[in-house]
């Protein structure tokens, strides 16, 4: 992941509350709201233990999930420091809208879409994940700054889907590991010399492109996270 950083002319130097110490850690939650994953078979095969036609077009959808997530981080100097996050995720798929159907056959049975029609899914994606990078901060006030960082990681996940318009033919549980990449802005509020509060917006990516089936995944994210120095 390359993350552009700009100076902020108007802000003075970051030697607020929260930037007292070199060791920080935080805890946290939130929600994270996935886009929607294009599907493209472009010949017959197998994916994930399901034989699929060719020609088959789409995307998936999900409903948006949540987060919990911890922070780990090194103050370097005023302005950067350098973070470990850790994140568990759980989301719901919530149907595939095929553009050309076809076929998948799962277990000896079959599931047969329609082109340009949507179909229900049940199924879910969990996932833990760890990136490692930098972050910059910029005081605005005494007790605020603003910050933008982000890095790269990996992400170990299940996805799984049970049945597909009531039918068992597209269904598969997969465990993988995949790399990962997050860039992510938002402020900090101190409330003491030890304590603050973390908002942060994310933009998220995992190269979980399956050859012959779907894209790669990608996500935003909105947390809050209480840190505390030591």
Do not use: C, W
Not at 38 to 66: P, Q, R
Not at 118 to 146: C, H, K, Q, R, W
Not at 199 to 212: H, K, L, Q
């Amino acid at each position: 992941s390359i993350i552009a950083i700009s100076s902020l002319p108007f802000v003075s130097q970051a030697d607020t509350y929260n930037v007292s110490d070199n060791f920080y850690v935080g805890l946290g939650a939130g929600m994270i709201s996935p886009n929607d994953v294009d599907i493209n078979v472009s010949g017959a095969g197998t994916v994930n233990g399901v034989a699929l036609s060719g020609g088959i077009t789409g995307e998936f959808e999900f409903d948006n999930g949540y987060q919990i997530n911890g922070l780990l981080g090194y103050r370097i100097n005023d302005y950067l420091s350098f973070e470990t996050e850790l994140g568990y995720t759980k989301f719901d798929y919530d149907k595939v809208n095929l553009t050309v159907g076809g076929t998948a056959t799962s277990g000896g049975v079959t599931f047969t879409g329609a082109a340009s029609t949507s179909y229900d899914i049940d199924g879910s994606i969990s996932a833990f994940s760890m990136i490692f990078g930098p972050t910059l901060d910029f005081d605005v006030y005494e007790n605020f700054e603003l910050l933008l960082g982000g890095g790269i990681g990996f992400a170990s996940y299940n996805d799984e889907i049970k049945s597909v318009g009531g039918s068992t033919g597209l269904s598969y549980d997969e465990d993988s590991t995949d790399f990962a990449a997050k860039f992510k802005t938002g402020a900090n509020y101190s409330f003491t010399e030890q304590t603050y509060l973390q908002a942060t917006y994310g933009f998220n990516y995992i190269n979980s492109g399956v050859d012959n089936f779907t894209d790669d995944f990608t996500a935003h994210s909105f947390n809050a996270n209480l840190v505390f120095n030591f």
